[in-house]
């Protein structure tokens, strides 16, 4: 009987706690939403506060949801792709959603969730949605799919034509950093840490190796490595400890979170020897100033990929082809630099970089 | 400094989260206790660590609710299985669950989507002085975070305490014979809530060293199967402190040497040394009797009336 | 048990969890501004809305049904085989292998799939089985050790041996090999028929058979089956192999049928599951299956229901996990002697004994 009744004031306690917390939390949601990037709260339905993190206030009848399979404020790829999104909907007008933090077996679901729901664009940031884009666009004639770096050969695979790749060129990418590199390592040895062994991946490291040994003939690139998933921090200091010690003194990745880990071990080993002597770029936003080793960004737009795509949803014209982000059409940029690069290093690589955007670089 | 030193130095660096989680479960089981949700536990222990620290700027603090937020969590796995005599399995794996989902949803109401990772001012670490500046060994075991030293610590009282206290041996006996305590007077019941707040403290201090002591932001997944491979360190340790502390840092020494392995690029596919613990354990239980293999009364509800 | 004990626990209990959950999941959805109201219109209608969610239920369903019968079959032998998750990838790791490399097509390549991970993944239940009754030792941790090496060696896998160019994942499996839908604009396949079948065929061996009610009776109590002369330990063997069967079975069907490809993330999860609903379902296959298909509901709603609310994920993991919570706790708070005593206080003590369990 006493157990019974104490089951019973346990619950009532957890949900008079719960009550009061609902006065507490417009408190905390206001706050959070000042920095998050979702608007304030007018529209009529349920996401209105930022923990709900999407936003159907958009002028046009437009809406475009997104899928994650890491959590959007990972700091790195799920943080980025997101902010594309609400950057490109703040431009065209459009409205978003989005579902983060979902299994490989919900990606299906999540995306015909949305189409039943009558979104006209999805929006899936990676090659692993590659199945469930084609299977939803199969049974979806009218929605676009909108796959960020997916295969070029996927919309080809669309009977329905209305999927889209959008491919950030992985070599150029891969060079904005590598001739950096090339240019500031005093070891002559440069690392690169990659979370999964992506296609995309491959072909970054491939224009990291070979900018950085066209701007410097003696620098060795470590061979890559893989965290085996994009958020083990953990890993991500691991592997910068390890690669310091074999001599490396400039850092690139592809890992999002694993990559913070290894900013974290990186200033770590410059705070212990006293100056900062190993340097790390950033990817895929500028990162200048989130860690005192970050000397330059490769800074991908992504929302512009995606405003183009919107655009063509308007348009009716969308569908069926690949999208790419280049230094060319301004998808793709180096970042500040910071104070470390000296002067005549920054010139040397401005002027690389313009090679690379008229196409006349390592020729 | 050498390969070797390095990586040994790596070993301990990985193995001291997993000491703690490993721990834990070893004060669960000793009374019978088989929770198999340390890995819910030391998520929301590295969650709330990482957001009390933010907050209040101490890492120490940021330990002490992560040790808080274990024990109100295991409180849950506590009743339902020692009051309510439910399946332990069951519950250890509801945790896993909740627990992990119930921090990443605090997570995003307190700090929003934005891509700015938030990061927190580490632990600092204490160096001894005089002993930290012995060659390696000064760096090794004399010039880490308090932490460490705590668990060094908690190893020596562990094997004090079951080997040498007659509260130790009472404490056992729950695990090993309940209903034969209980005729000695010892209380059962109280002994194996006591378990479960030490085992939802340490674990939830395991997960808040991870976001304190170790990295400084807070991802979804840290923990990382730490949970599981606790499991496995106890047995793979024999249910000792001492057998424990060695099998944490074996299994420490086995994923450093995987990274390390994989930046030398050593060839073998990385997911064999990462199986390294889980094997090592079977083998272990296969060469090791019925008799060594842990409390004998591990996993079974308590219940007073039956006969 | 009482029969008024049993439709308490077999239908109240999980009732009122359910509720309880949702209250909770409710004034959580309240907290972040959503209405809890629209979100259980979006739950229902994304788990039986349409014709095509409802596709989508049972096929979510299907790999959860096959842990749970492996769960189930094992435990009413008193065997904890917590190894579902492993034994389910082994079986999907070997159709995978064979689907991709053998070479064979159509029925016959189906056929040999489904068979070999039936095989494989009894052999990967037979290693707790045999350290069990060899060595006595306690089955529930080494099978979730080898669930770990088995998710690792699917690793191996898709990242190195067979993997599909520069993507961590195996290639497709070719079409022919596919299992096919049973109704045209539904997602679920024969898969989910051999479920079924598999279920019936389990329930009928265990309630309607000598055999299986020798098995029962070991798992019911051990010491006195080996009084009466049942090979015991030739029992135990038998329950590990079967159950693990069932698991890989699963886990082939669930690679022929939805899933095509072995990826990171294949599998997770639902051995576990598996065992939740074997206990909710009180060890009863029929029951089991009836669970599993409420828990896919509850997963494929929750997904519309997050993508029409925008509710973040871990709300529904946390009111999945107060389902399983709430449940399991109502039906042990039910069994217990005290609340026996309780329930026979209210009813004004009608002259029965307290029975001990």
Redesign the interface.
Known sequence: MKKVLAVILALTVVLGLAACAKTAAPAASTAASASAAASTSTAASASASAAASGDLTGTKDFKVAMICDSSISDGGWGAACYNAMVDACKRSGWSYEVTDSIDQSAYYESIAAYCDLGYNLIYAPGNQYTDAVLQAAEEYPDIAFALLNGAEDTPGKATNKNVSSLLPNAQQIGWIAGALAGLMTKSNTIAFIGGMELDTTLGKYKGYTEAAQFVNKDVKVLDPVYAGSFSATDKGIEFAKAMIDQGADVFFGDASAVDSGARQAIDEANKASGSVKVFDIGQPADLLGQNECVICSQVTDNSSLLTISMQAVEDGKFGGETIYGTLQNGVLSAGKMSDLVPADVQAKYLDYIDQMTKDTFMK | MSFAANLILASVRMAVPLLFIALAELYSERAGMVNIGLEGLAAIGSLVGFLVCFVTGSAWLGILAGALVGVAVNMIYAFATITLCANQIVYGMAINIFAPALASFIYRVYFGTGSELSQITLMNGIGIPGLKDIPFLGDLLFNQTPMVYLAYLLVIVTVIYFGKTRSGLNFKSVGEHPKAAATLGIPVTKIKYVSCVLCGALAGVGGAYLTTCYANTYTEGNVAGRGFIALAAVIFGRWTGGGILLACLFFGFCDALQIRLQVANFGLPYQFFQMIPYIATVVVLSLIGAKKAGPRAGGQPYRREER | MTKFKRALTSFVVPLLSIL?AF??GA?????????PL??LKYLWK?AFG?A??LG?TLA?ATPLIFTALCACFAYKCGV?N?GGEGQFIMGSVVACLIALQSGLTGFPAILLCLVAGAAAGGLWGL?PGV?KIT????E???S???N??AT??M??IY??WLRD?????TP?IPDSVKLSRVFPNMRFTTAFLIAIAVGLILYYYLFWTSNGFKLRAVGYNMTASRFNGFPVKRYILASFIVSGAVAGLGGAAELLGT???L????G??YG?DG??MA?IGQLHPIASMVVAIFFAAL??GS??M??????????S??I???V??FT??G???V?????EA?RL?LSGGRKKEAK??
């Open positions: 309880l209250l909770i004034v959580i959805m309240i907290v972040l501004g959503a209405n629209l979100a994304g349409t095509a969610n989508t979510k904890f917590l290693i350290l060595r006595g030792q306690n529930m941790i080494i979730i050790m080898l770990y090496v690792l060696f690793g191996v990242t190195s160019q520069n993507i961590p994942q497709a899933q095509f490809r990826i990171n993330g294949f997770a999860g576990f065992v939740a206990l997963r494929t997904t519309t997050q993508a029409g609310t925008g509710v973040p994920t871990s709300v993991d946390i999945q996990a107060l399983i919570v399991v706790a039906m042990a708070l069994k217990l002697p005290e609340f309780f206080r001990t369990v």
